[in-house]
């Protein structure tokens, strides 16, 4: 039996089940949205798996969609309109919260007959599982904490940078877990390899060429933690034989992000004391680093022979966290840089306004110039009208939890938590 491992979505998601009829739950493939929502869920309907209750979907919906509340209805999207449209006029009908919980994989393309679901749907986003949530995170630094201003401490961690190695291939996903670090890498592999041959062209028909996506998607994987710059991109997945056009980048960013693999950390903009132009392009990011290691058919041991590069990938593992940290706060996670070349790798927001700035760095001796770069942000910003920040943070690879006498924290990833 295959015990489950506590989300943070879960406080989340029920939550969101007391203030909706129903709460959509997307994320890629295999990050545990099933599992997560069953144990929510009072009955449950599989449209990937039941044809029975696909082809019953045809005929009169409420013969499938009638299960007791929460009902679970996983891979909506297989019947997006029907089940969509139904589903609302239900909560309409019903005039209930927690009636129903849907899970899905890929977003459906737009359409005119779906209404929009306002007043009647919330949404989640669920990512792979943080450190915290695997186990490899103390959870004694906590995000939650940072924001109400607290200063919490933890000892020296145990984790090393090999280690760290090893967890960024291995990835957040739950069924790799109980795998050897190789192993998680092969079925990384083949994860990857079922996005590009089956799954592109399966919600895409245009997409039907593997080699070509699949060098898309080792470009934006050299490109992490970079600005969005899709002639780079287009650059970089070119060959001595074949060139590859802007557009054609273009065509493949849109179901990527579709099937969730990718998840752009767009530009924090706000009210700035110095005459500096902020920049608002996004930054690459996948839904997890290890799809870029996957896609690069990458190791441990290649990542720590190339630290310039693993540091980009410790800092995605890092902003996939926060992530993850922040929807429990109703927050978002974004980055900043502006036209002085002044770049902070994450600003955290919560729903309620607090905002805390963190940069990431591998190595021990960049903290210094890491706590520089965030004092030097803080006086830019106009803290008149946002607010003093609630934390300003160096997250590091190794080392202790706590407060340098200029006020910036220190915490190592591996003590971060919610």
């Known amino acids: 039996m295959v015990v489950y491992r506590s989300r943070v979505i879960d406080s989340v998601l029920a939550d969101r089940l007391a203030s909706a009829g129903a709460v959509l739950v997307e994320g890629p493939k295999a990050c545990g949205k099933t599992f997560t929502a069953e144990q929510q869920a009072a009955s449950r309907v599989y449209l990937d798996t039941d044809d029975q209750a696909r082809a019953a979907l045809g005929v009169d919906p409420t013969l499938v969609l009638s299960g007791n509340p929460p009902q679970l209805i996983d891979e909506w999207q297989l019947d997006a309109t029907r089940v969509w449209n139904h589903v609302r006029a239900e909560v309409d ?4 919260s927690g ?3 849907l899970t899905g994989s890929a977003t459906p393309p737009n359409d005119a007959r779906r209404h929009s679901g306002a007043g009647r749907f919330a949404r989640l986003t669920m990512r792979p599982m943080s450190l915290f949530e695997s186990g490899d995170s103390t959870g004694e630094m906590s995000l939650a904490a940072l924001l ?4 919490p401490t933890a000892k ?3 984790m090393t940078v090999p280690r760290y190695a090893e967890l960024v291939v291995r990835g957040g996903w739950p069924l790799n877990l109980t795998r050897t670090v190789a192993a998680a890498a092969r079925a990384n592999i083949d994860y990857v390899t079922t996005i590009t041959d089956v799954d592109l062209p399966t919600i895409d028909p245009a997409r039907r060429h593997p080699r070509l996506a ?9 490109n992490i933690g970079m600005d969005y710059v899709v002639t780079r991109v287009a650059q970089d997945a070119s060959t001595d034989d074949s060139d590859i056009a802007r557009s054609t980048v273009y065509d493949y960013l849109a179901p ?4 969730m693999m990718l998840d752009p950390l767009e530009a924090w ?4 004391r110095s005459r500096a132009r902020l920049r608002n392009s996004p930054r690459v990011q996948f839904c997890d680093p290890s799809v870029a290691v996957a896609a690069l058919r990458a190791g441990a041991g290649q990542l720590l022979a190339d630290l310039n590069y693993f540091g980009h990938l410790f800092e995605a593992l890092v902003v996939r966290d926060l992530r993850v940290f922040a929807d429990a706060v109703d927050g978002t996670v974004q980055h900043y840089r502006d036209s002085d070349d002044l770049e902070i790798d994450a600003v955290v927001t919560a729903g309620d306004g607090r905002w805390a700035a963190f940069e990431v760095k591998l190595g021990q001796d960049d903290i210094d110039m890491a706590a ?6 803080c006086g830019k910003v106009d803290t008149t009208k946002i607010g003093e920040p609630a934390t300003l943070a160096v997250i590091t690879a190794t080392g202790y939890g706590y407060t340098r006498p200029d006020g910036v924290v220190v915490l190592p990833a591996a003590t971060l938590g919610p």
Do not use: M, P
Request: net charge positive.
């Open 372 to 377: 520089a770069n965030l004092l030097a942000f």
């Open 214 to 222: 699949l060098r898309v998607l080792q470009a934006l994987a050299r």
């Open 156 to 158: 020296s961690t145990e």
């Open 256 to 259: 990527l992000e579709r099937l």
């Open 148 to 151: 109400d201003g607290h200063r």
């Open 93 to 96: 009908r019903r005039q209930g």
């Open 269 to 272: 903009s706000s009210h700035l």
């Open 99 to 101: 009636l129903y919980i």
